[in-house]
């Protein structure tokens, strides 16, 4: 199923629910109150409402069309967010245009730092940069959504850990993050402001047929600024999997219901990789629209505020 959350335009209210058709559903209202008005809550039991929301709800004509509701983010607010790097390309191409090459320490398991977990975006909510910030760029991710507590998680285990997957674009204010990585403690003030993900939470069962026997989905990725492609790529070209990713947060630490964990840029996924003159490049700037899709889990539309 696609599950979203919504803020309906003229009401003001917020409600969870899944897409339905050209529409929405809004779970809690079709209920009559047996089911979460939010996401967190529907993830957290998730073991005991999906399969009555496929036994008795599934089929519940939309109870709000597209051009009723604003889409937020799909999890508004998880209790944790982790990011990292898994995709290879992307550090690779980084080490090119910077002139250094790809840090032994990348080989020895997917590294990773905690974001902002209470500044997520949906698509209807235009992103704002931090007003010091001149050097504003994109990066294309896929988003991990816990679905069941669990610590120790081996990589096997993992996909009966995992809820659902979602499109994610971590915005990033590249001039702050340097400031920030002059230091060994992460990029965590250029990347406080926003991260964007949507346009909804695809259920991992809806993607099973797609996930090979090395933990790698084959899902088709690509990346638009203003209408022009800036990348191609597949989720299954990526280096560590979203098992080995579960596995080192899991490891001593409980994971829970809700948390979010990102993929990490794919190759070309942002403007930080493509150049090395800082200056010269093609920042993003106040207008500009950025487009995410990956197959099955439909595209994510995004405009920059400023």
Not at 163 to 191: E, N
Not at 235 to 262: C, E, M, Q, R
């Amino acid at each position: 199923m696609k599950f979203v959350t919504c803020r309906e335009k003229k009401s003001g209210k917020v409600f969870a629910g899944w897409l339905a058709g050209e529409g929405v559903v809004d779970m809690a209202a079709v209920s009559g109150g047996a089911l979460p008005d939010n996401m967190l809550e529907l993830i957290r039991q998730n073991d005991i409402y999906l399969p009555t929301i496929r036994e008795r709800y599934a089929q519940t004509p939309a109870t709000h069309t597209m051009e009723e509701v604003d889409l937020l983010a799909p999890i508004p607010n998880p209790p944790s967010f982790r990011d990292s790097m898994c995709f290879k390309e992307h550090c690779e191409n980084i080490g090119v245009t910077k002139g250094k090459g790809i840090q032994p320490a990348y080989f020895n398991r997917p590294i990773f730092y905690f974001s902002n977990h209470n500044t997520l975006l949906g698509p209807s909510q235009p992103v704002t940069f931090p007003k010091s910030c001149r050097y504003k760029d994109y990066e294309f991710e896929i988003g991990i959504v816990i679905g069941k507590p669990g610590r120790d998680i081996t990589p096997e285990e993992s996909q009966a850990y995992i809820f659902g997957y979602t499109i994610l674009c971590d915005w990033s204010a590249r001039d702050l993050q340097m400031v920030d990585q002059q230091m060994p403690l992460g990029p965590h003030k250029g990347k406080d402001f926003a991260t964007t993900i949507g346009p909804c939470i695809v259920t991992a069962d809806e993607v099973a047929d797609r996930l090979g026997s090395d933990g790698r989905h084959d899902l088709k990725m690509e990346g638009r600024r203003n209408g022009e492609v800036f990348t191609v790529g597949n989720f299954k070209d990526i280096y560590w999997t979203p098992g080995d990713l579960i596995a080192v947060a899991s490891a001593d630490v409980d994971l829970y219901p809700g948390d979010l964990l990102g993929s990490g840029t794919i190759g070309k996924g942002s403007l930080y990789e493509l150049s090395g003159e800082y200056e010269s490049t093609d920042w993003l700037k106040a207008g500009d629209t950025v487009t995410l899709e990956v197959e099955k889990l439909g595209r994510l539309d995004m405009t920059v505020r400023g």
